[in-house]
């Protein structure tokens, strides 16, 4: 078993700190900010972080912020946190709950929410660097914390790797990410292999040709054609994935026609596809080409379909090494708080960065569920009911003890490295 002492030497502050990060998570749930669009929440953590002495470099991928700490010479520390919002409207009736609204990228005003639990992980990062540098009498190396942009759809981390993250940092070693999700707030947990899934929207436009409702022997109707590939495609996971494998391929999305007599020329199908590897993301990607384009010409389309690819996410896939030495770190402190956690279906982007910077990675959930609510709807098995989930109007992780698990998790992280 680890020794714990340095980690609790470093930790003795949380309690200080306590009181600002609480009002700070309540300020940036209060006022949560698009993908791209992060200007008030970027200028709050870079002041946060030159309060705490560190380094920092502001606008990295538009609103991108990091901040650097060098403490001698020792290994160096990557840990990230994202910090968008989603358009969402808040239904949690809390006193600090959002009333924002702003445009998304298609010029529409829509409500915007830190839906997601993004304000946690920001807020428990400022805490973790504030901590680390009080206490650099206890460690040597270097910590970096990237606070990262638009992780929601899917390009916050390429564009920093884009504007020249890599160039920007100091020698990285390893980096580290955390989540909040829907499991009693106290817990920590994370496995290694994949931790969560790739991620590939596409969105599909088929061709026909459009007339009148009464005559439809004059028409190839795309809303046919759309049918038979949307039922068509759920054989793609069915018999042509491996019953091992894991993956999901649903149609969220149809859309066609403006009227019921008139028969559309067109139809435009959204399709999302969750895949753990790359061998199987390609096989599915693959087959939903072939099935729409045979599908098409089996309904004598007049023109080829068309494909778009966007809001791609990277599989997270946690390096074993890595993600040994922080379960046995956080086995050490946090006892039968640290657990299991398996793998999951949501996406993230934050692989990109450490891919980009050629260090490993570990990535790892905390819980932000109040206990006691927990453990109700699990007596009366009504947790798919009664806990709200991440991307919810009614998610919104309690303060406590969420907050100080999170900057315990990345203290304790960091430290397992920071000799």
């Known amino acids: 078993m680890l020794s714990t002492a340095r980690n609790d030497e470093v930790l003795a502050g949380l309690a200080g700190i306590r009181g600002w990060q609480e009002e700070f998570y309540r300020d940036l749930h209060r006022h949560p900010e698009l993908s791209h669009q992060e200007h008030r929440t970027a200028g709050l ?56 609204s702003g445009r998304d990228s298609a010029g529409n005003e829509v409500p915007v929410m830190h839906a ?27 910590l970096v914390a990237v606070f990262q942009p638009a992780e929601e759809v899917g390009d916050g981390a390429r564009t920093m790797v884009a504007d020249g993250l890599a160039g920007l940092l100091p020698r990285v070693d390893v980096a580290l990410a955390q989540h909040v999700f829907p499991i009693p707030a106290g817990i920590v947990g994370t496995h290694s292999g994949p931790f969560l899934a790739a991620a590939d929207s596409m969105r599909v436009t088929v061709h026909g040709r459009g007339g009148h409702g009464s ?56 399709l999302n596809i969750r895949t753990y590897s790359e061998s199987t993301r390609t096989t599915i990607l693959h087959a939903i080409e072939r099935v729409v384009t045979a599908e098409c010409r089996a309904s004598g389309s007049p023109r080829d379909p068309e494909f778009e690819l966007f809001d791609r996410f990277p599989v997270t896939d946690n390096d074993s090494e890595t993600t040994h030495r922080v379960v046995d770190a956080f086995t050490a402190y946090f006892g039968k708080r640290r657990v299991d956690m398996p793998m999951g279906s949501a996406s993230e982007d934050f692989s990109d960065i450490p891919n980009a910077v050629g260090v490993p990675y570990t990535y790892w959930g905390i819980g932000g569920i109040d206990p006691a609510t927990y ?17 919810s109007p009614t998610f919104a992780p309690v303060p406590q003890p969420t907050l100080d698990t999170g900057t315990e998790a990345l203290v304790v992280g960091a430290l397992a490295w920071l000799s």
């Open 215 to 270: 005559m439809p022997q004059t028409t190839i109707d795309p809303v046919v054609l759309a049918s038979m590939i949307v039922v068509r495609l759920q054989t793609v996971i069915s018999r042509e994935v491996a019953p091992t494998d894991t993956a999901v391929l649903t149609v969220g999305s149809i859309t066609a026609g403006t009227k019921s007599n008139v028969i559309s020329d067109h139809a435009v199908l959204q």
């Open 45 to 100: 953590i870079a002041e946060r972080l030159r309060r705490a002495g560190l380094e920092v470099h502001e606008g990295v991928g538009g609103t991108g912020v990091v901040g650097i700490l060098r403490n001698g010479a020792g290994a160096g520390v990557l840990l990230r946190a994202d910090i968008d919002a989603l358009p969402v409207r808040e239904a949690t009736g809390l006193p600090y709950a959002s009333e924002v």
């Open 116 to 142: 997601c639990g993004h304000d946690v992980h920001v807020t428990c990062l400022l805490g973790a660097a504030q901590l680390l540098a009080e206490h650099t009498d206890k460690w040597q190396g270097t």
């Open 375 to 391: 453990r109700k709807a699990q007596q009366a098995d009504r947790i798919a009911q009664d806990i709200p989930v991440n991307h």
